[in-house]
């Protein structure tokens, strides 16, 4: 029996996709459906005085316009959010449509109905809203001054939570006797995450049997049916259906219950007709949530020898106009409980403030929380060793937490469940040669050159989460995963999963380990995913929790198979129970050669003529997995630049990634996630960033301004690993979603800082295009 | 208002009356039903909505569909030919040029063009063909690979 764990095996996805036979939500036509456009304030704040919907009704083709008064007089709440981050945290309502104010360029304001797109479109232009403009304000620093604008009459000073997380009074007391501080000054800049597939979400609600199918480009379906019956419509779930499909792409973007799957599943309530809205990539711009967006400042204690003794850190997060589905938890929780890195200082002070502004709402973007932590963690170190005059591999190690301590606590609340930082941190130096490019960087300096070696390293929260934890840090929801596993009578295989695939290879992954577990071939495994009609239960798609999690909980109804089986077995081979063995794919007689393959045993599971007395027929097992901890995947990411004095320009001369996420089923999908993550997370580095101007526009509104990496802006990456097994799952597997994201953002930073260090720059703000390291370069 | 055209996609002809704004994305995907070719920007930028227009790779979401009349129109879909993939479908598959699909089809139409006219390309030229298709998943490295693979096997 082949070991399918471990190989890089095709992908079974991809026939549909490579013959451009995928469903995404968008290529779905149903009978009879209508288009919605929606009609979206272009101000960032303003009052609603009037809608004049007339015109537009009277256009061709319209079938029905809808203000939010619409929505709130039929009962229609507000959106929630899903995790509370103090007791006192102010949450002002969401609605799905704005009443009378709109707080960010974007908002919804009414929803136009046609027969057609174009008629639909057509007539959201003439839509009339009479608007009062009041001041907006963009900026979470400012939004916090005396006398800004407010965003919500709830939170006058525009602070949602002040949240803390460690000893204060501990780390005040050791950095005022640390004999060196560090300290930096960090903007975390804001993030648009153009998945390539815009949002899109089709309503279809069938009044006979009063039962409504919603299509969305969701990574959590099962989520989204809870909060939209639950929380916004107030119907019953057993009467909704939400299919997530084909989705092209996420990176968190597609985690959260968004305004347009309520419309559509409202209007179609309404009408008796299909509602389908896709987004326009200009609306993604403005409505998908955005990422990070960080004021920081972080100060770290040091004493003579380099050992660091605390990190002080101070944090306004931006939350956008709106608590979007997680918004809170990302700056405090994922956040904060990661500025231990993989480091043993005792003492950390962490204090976050959510703040309102007039924005598109900000929440989880691809490593949502880890990636600033690590931001700030790393460039620090790099500054701290520069300051110090040591090499920064070497303050690293003086402070790395020792392989032998594991499992272990940091000061913000996490037990580390494995690692071996030292291991990864030499391999990635081995790899790219560190040495040889600190004698080519100071012989390049001698020649006016600019070589810079940056390192990052890094830990990575995952797995989430215990829902133990998750209710004690004020997540409203458990974080489990479901699966069920059906054997059919003929041996194939079925699994549900409650993980979501929108470019993860889940139907590989999920089936290399089921075809190990019951011995059969992963063709004869279908992986079935993003339906709440099939699937029990699940918690979706993100913080690289599906192997993890998802991934265990099909082990545990794998074993449960397995169980069953083994009675089975036992029964047909007339041997004892405690002989049957599992082995090569079959189940054997210990020490004989009489076996039976799985085909064999489903064949008498739905045919028991012959059959164990008592046991019940049928061959299938559902299985609900909580985690007992987080899992903490971690590496080296060492990265080579040059930059060319006269422009400015970065160039990538060597990316070295070693991750360690445990084990891997599926190298090539695991390498293929950090490309990916590469990608995204040099894209914030050196390109990428929101700009708003002061009245709250978005100037980074459309492909043409903000600059996603292409493919000759990236270099070749060299991915590697090391190997620490998980110690608290069956899999022994981390996750390895966003390892790239998180680590290679600051490793680039660190890289350009230190090409032009000794010129007296101490750093540089981000993305570091190459008018900014022109500038700093040049004092201009 | 609309016109007449007549139009040959992936072999077979058609004749629509279409409105003139209606972009050859759209009858693509809405008239033809044939959604292989994506929609993923409304500036022109990303390269999903690719397609061979008379052989020549051409962003599909920049033409009406009444400049298509009598033009021959070559999607992802009439790639492969009686169920054989085609080499570039083969080597993305094989070098994971893919994760969530949804750039897939117009990379590996726009990869079609560049390899027609360049046969033997390096890393560097095939980074630089591919500039006007963006994924988001990949970072990109398994597609220049599948293009180089597909290169020597054609
Ligand atoms: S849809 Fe044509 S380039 Fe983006
Ligand atoms: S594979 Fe998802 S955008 Fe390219």
């Known amino acids: ?780 | 208002m609309g016109h007449t055209i007549k139009v040959t996609v992936n072999g077979v002809t058609h004749e629509a009356t279409v409105e003139p704004r209606m972009l050859l994305v759209q009858f693509l995907r809405e008239v033809l039903m044939l959604t292989g070719t994506h929609i993923g920007c409304d500036t022109s930028q990303c390269g999903a909505c690719t397609v061979l227009v008379d052989g020549v790779a051409t962003k599909s979401c920049t033409m009406f569909a009444v400049q298509a009349d009598g033009r021959e129109i070559t999607t992802i879909e009439g790639l492969a030919a009686n169920g054989d993939l085609h080499p570039l479908q083969k080597a993305f598959w094989e070098e994971h040029g893919l994760q969530c699909g949804f750039c897939t089809p117009g990379v590996i139409i726009s990869s079609y063009d560049f390899l027609k006219r360049n046969p033997n390309p390096t890393e560097e030229e095939i980074r630089h063909a591919l500039e006007g298709n963006y994924c988001r998943c990949t970072g990109y490295q398994n597609i220049v690979k599948a293009v180089k693979k597909a290169a020597q096997s054609m």
């Open chain 1, 1 to 780: 029996m082949a070991n399918y764990i471990g190989s890089s095996l095709k992908r079974k996805e991809d026939r549909r996709f490579i013959t451009g036979k995928g469903t995404y939500t968008d290529d779905i036509v149903l009978p009879n459906m209508t288009y919605a456009y929606i009609v979206r304030s272009p101000h960032a704040h303003a009052r609603i005085k009037a809608i004049h919907a007339d015109k537009a009704l009277a256009h061709p083709g319209v079938v029905a316009v809808f203000t939010g008064k619409d929505l709130q007089d039929d009962g229609v709440n507000p959106l929630p959010t899903g995790w509370q981050i103090t007791d006192s945290m102010i949450e002002p309502p969401h609605p799905v449509v704005a009443v009378d104010r709109v707080r960010y360029v974007g908002n919804p304001v009414a929803v136009v109905i046609a027969n057609s797109r174009a008629a639909a479109k057509d007539a959201a232009e003439l839509v009339e809203v009479d608007y009062e403009i009041l001041p907006a304000v963009v900026d979470a620093t400012r939004a916090i001054e005396k006398g800004a604008p407010t965003v919500h009459d709830e939170a006058p000073d525009n602070i949602s939570f002040t949240w803390e997380l460690g000893d204060k009074a501990a780390t005040d007391d050791a950095l005022s006797k640390a004999a060196h501080i560090t300290r930096l000054e960090i903007v975390n800049q804001r993030l648009i995450p153009n998945a390539m597939e815009p949002r899109s979400a089709i309503g279809d609600y069938h009044p006979a049997r009063d039962e409504l199918t919603l299509y969305t480009s969701s990574q959590n379906p099962h989520l989204i049916r809870l909060l939209m019956c639950a929380f916004v419509l107030g119907i019953p779930e057993h009467k909704v259906r939400v299919v997530s499909p084909d989705v092209g792409g996420g990176f968190g973007s597609k985690i959260f219950h968004y305004p347009e799957e309520v419309i559509v599943s409202w209007a179609s309530r309404k009408l008796g007709r299909p509602v389908k809205w896709t987004a326009e990539r200009s609306e993604s711009f403005l409505t998908d949530a955005h990422g990070r967006d960080h004021y920081t400042v972080a100060e770290m204690g040091i004493d003579k020898d380099g050992t660091i003794l605390a990190l002080r850190v101070n944090t306004i997060a931006n939350l956008g106009a709106y608590l979007s589905t997680f918004a809170g938890g990302i700056p405090t929780w994922l956040y904060g409980t990661l500025l231990a890195g993989q480091y043993k200082y005792p003492h950390i002070y962490v204090q976050t403030k959510g703040v309102f502004t007039h924005t598109t709402p900000v929440d989880a973007y691809r490593g949502a929380g880890r990636p600033e932590a690590t931001f700030v963690v790393e460039r620090l170190m790099d500054t701290a060793a520069r300051e110090l005059g040591m090499d920064p591999a070497e303050l690293r190690r003086k402070n790395f937490i020792p392989a032998d301590a594991f499992p272990y606590e940091t000061p913000v609340v996490l037990t580390y469940d494995s690692g071996n930082y030292e291991a990864s941190l030499e391999k990635a130096m081995q790899i790219i040669d560190y040495q040889k490019w600190r004698d080519e960087q100071a012989k390049a300096r001698n020649q006016g050159r600019l070589i810079g070696i940056g390192l990052s390293c890094y830990i990575e929260a995952c797995g989430i989460a215990p829902s133990k934890v998750a209710g004690a840090i004020g997540v409203r929801a458990g974080l489990y995963e479901g699966a069920s596993i059906r054997v059919h009578p003929t041996g194939q295989v079925t699994v549900y999963t409650g993980s979501h695939s929108h470019g993860q290879g889940h139907e590989t992954t999920f089936a290399q380990i089921v075809a190990d577990g019951l011995g059969v071939s992963p063709e004869n495994v279908e992986v079935v995913h993003g339906d709440t009609a099939q699937i029990p239960f699940g918690m979706g798609t993100y913080g690289s929790r599906s192997l993890a999690v998802g991934g265990s909980a099909i082990w545990r109804a794998v074993e449960k198979i397995r169980e069953k089986a083994k009675k089975i077995a036992a029964h047909k081979l007339e041997a004892s129970e405690d002989d049957i063995v599992f082995e090569d794919g079959k189940w054997v007689v210990k020490g004989t050669d009489r076996a039976l393959t799985l085909g064999e045993i489903a064949l008498t599971a739905y045919v028991p003529h012959d059959y164990p007395e008592g046991l019940e027929p049928g061959l299938e097992e559902n299985s609900f997995y909580d985690p007992a901890n987080f899992t903490f995947p971690f590496g080296t990411h060492i990265a080579v630049v040059e930059i060319d004095p006269d422009t400015g320009k970065v160039q990538i001369l060597r990316y070295v990634a070693v991750d360690d996420v445990g084990n891997v089923i599926n190298p090539m999908i695991v390498d293929g996630q950090v490309h990916g993550g590469l990608a995204q997370g040099i894209g914030q580095a050196l390109w990428e960033g929101a700009v708003y101007d002061e009245n709250g526009q978005l100037l980074t509104g459309s492909m043409m301004d903000y600059a996603i990496p292409k493919a000759d802006d990236l270099p070749h990456f060299e991915v590697d690993r090391t190997v620490t097994p998980c110690p608290h799952n069956p899999l022994g597997v981390k996750g390895a979603g966003e390892t790239g994201t998180i680590a290679s953002t600051v490793c680039i930073v660190n890289a350009v800082v230190d090409a032009v260090s000794h010129l007296g720059i101490k750093d540089i703000p981000m993305p570091l295009t190459p008018e900014r390291v022109w500038r700093a370069i040049h004092g201009k």
